[in-house]
């Protein structure tokens, strides 16, 4: 019966749902014998580094790790780095097949005057660094401001604000890093702005994550009613609307017609707002 022998490189989910395909392709005929290696001690990838802390049931989805790490002929090397511990080379002789899936790092550059001023930080770099990523717990995060924006219009973007507007007591039970929770408690950030480029209907961000927002329990969010009107306008001349689509546009005027709490943080939504400079002498002043 053959036996083949697979490499999978990265321990994120790409890398997981990759073994488990191979393990639903076994038969009486056919059986893989899976390696994957991972450049961390840990595994689960952004799993455990990229969801927000104060959405721990997103991290359910480990389970399903487990599961698939138990099966016979499953094989985790952590703390194996490729091109580094390990060359593809040797991978592609000793191993039938090699898949690589070691995600992605690097955060997009917006390509505008001012990005580069200390303080302003690609969410690929803050959020490992309050998810103790290894590698990014030297990133200098400094809150000692009002007013922070957040430039994107997805649910990246609305984690990052979440973690910037919430009241930081909330964030006690969940597994933020410590040092960075000591961040957030020092934290004079009391107003946070998303600015998403282009109108409501095109938001990246998900009804799920937009209903939870009402619901915070310090913090009040604004999106402004008539934005999400024209939105609405606009999309009902383009004839039948996508049921996701309806869900977030809804969930959005839920938001806009919330009665606030009256509380000292707010987290903002706007949109058709794109930054056009980042200014500041030494660190961010103004966006
Ligand atoms: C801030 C943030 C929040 C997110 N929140 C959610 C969410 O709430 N819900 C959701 O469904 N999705 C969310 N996502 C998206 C989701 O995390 C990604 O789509 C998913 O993790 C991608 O899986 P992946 O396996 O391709 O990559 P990754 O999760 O990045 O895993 C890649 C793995 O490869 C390893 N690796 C890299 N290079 C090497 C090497 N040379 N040798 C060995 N190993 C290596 C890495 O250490 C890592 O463990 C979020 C993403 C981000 C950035």
Redesign the pocket.
């Known amino acids: 019966m053959p036996n083949y022998k697979i490499a999978v490189?990265?321990?994120?989910?790409?890398?997981?749902f990759t073994a488990q395909a191979f393990q639903k392709a076994q038969n009486e005929e056919l059986t893989f014998s899976i390696d994957m290696?991972?450049?961390?001690p840990t595994?689960?990838?952004?799993?455990?580094?990229?969801?927000?802390p104060d959405?721990p049931k997103?991290k359910t989805?480990s389970k399903v790790f487990e599961k698939i790490a138990k099966e016979d002929g499953f094989r985790l090397f952590a703390n194996?780095?490729?091109?580094?511990d390990v060359l593809l080379k040797d991978l592609r002789e000793a191993y039938d097949a090699v898949v690589l899936?070691?995600?992605?790092?690097t955060g997009r550059k917006l390509g505008i005057k001012g990005e580069d001023l200390s303080n302003c930080l690609s969410?690929?770099d803050f959020?490992p660094w309050y998810n103790a990523h290894p590698d990014f717990t030297d990133v200098k995060v400094d809150l000692d401001t009002d007013t922070a924006v957040v430039i994107g219009a997805g649910?990246?973007a609305m984690?990052?604000a979440r973690m910037l507007a919430i009241d930081p007591a909330e964030l006690d039970p969940t597994d933020t890093a410590e040092y960075a929770l000591a961040v957030f408690k020092s934290s004079k950030i009391r107003k946070v702005i998303i600015c998403g480029r282009r109108g409501p209907e095109h938001a990246a961000f998900t009804a799920p994550?937009l209903r939870d927002l009402p619901k915070l329990e310090h913090t009040d969010v604004y999106i402004d009613q008539a934005q999400i009107t024209e939105a609405n306008l606009r999309v009902e001349q383009m004839g039948e609307v996508e049921k996701d689509l309806k869900n977030n546009l809804e969930a959005m005027r839920l938001i806009a017609e919330h009665r606030k709490k009256g509380v000292e943080r707010k987290l903002e939504i706007k949109f058709l707002a794109a930054p056009i400079e980042i200014k500041g002498s030494n660190k961010v002043e103004e966006v």
């Open positions: 490189v990265g321990a994120g989910p790409a890398g997981y290696i991972e450049r961390l595994p689960w990838g952004l799993v455990r580094s990229g969801v927000a959405h997103i989805v194996v780095e490729l091109g580094k899936a070691t995600g992605s790092t969410a690929a959020v649910n990246v984690d990052v994550e």
